[in-house]
């Protein structure tokens, strides 16, 4: 059935839909409790399969597939009602429901995300090309008193430095930060 559905048969998609809707919704119901969201979850995990039809590769049953997505969504729902309900818990302690408040709020997260993501990026370089980034970096020294340090060439600290900057954009591009351009030029 699935190779059809991957062919753009609306029939088989159809098919798979009705069989499988009622107890993907109970399912998911099961999980985040509420009938309506289950719904919405179930019928975004079906757009998604016919949206990505073509480049699915199911290696388990096409059931088993389902179910596994129906879950890994209702966990991210899930987790989105954790965060509205820490945020309504963050305005309540702090008094007002002014925008300041809020827009400080979303600043402060959105910093946190930036900065775990930079830090899972620069943790990735290979140990000798971490090691350089943060001496430049964060201890500040330059590229020949990094190899004394070290006992390299100065030659081997500028390529590791260039490598360190080259993988730390390609990673970090997606974010399209002005805090990862500053992370990524700041010297101290």
Request: with cysteine; glycine share 2%; net charge neutral.
């Amino acid at each position: 059935m699935i190779n059809a559905i991957a062919r753009g048969d609306e029939r088989a998609f159809e098919q798979l839909f009705r069989e499988m809707y009622a107890r993907l919704c109970v399912y998911a119901e099961s999980l985040v409790r509420d009938h309506e969201q289950a719904e919405d979850l179930v019928q975004g995990v079906f757009c998604d399969l016919w949206e990505k039809r073509e480049k699915l590769r199911i290696e388990v049953s096409l059931s088993a597939y389902l179910f596994r997505a129906v879950y890994h969504e209702a966990l991210n729902m899930l987790k989105h009602e954790r965060v509205k309900q820490e945020f309504a818990r963050f305005v309540e302690e702090h008094g007002k429901r002014s925008e300041n408040n809020v827009e400080e709020f979303f600043l402060q997260e959105s910093r946190n995300e930036v900065l775990a993501e930079i830090k899972r990026a620069v943790d990735s370089l290979p140990e000798q090309c971490r090691e350089i980034f943060l001496l430049s970096r964060f201890a500040g020294k330059k590229s020949a008193d990094i190899a004394g340090l070290l006992n390299i060439s100065v030659r081997t600290v500028e390529t590791q430095l260039y490598r360190a900057m080259r993988t730390l954009r390609a990673k970090l591009e997606h974010l399209r930060r002005t805090d990862v351009f500053l992370f990524l030029w700041w010297r101290k």
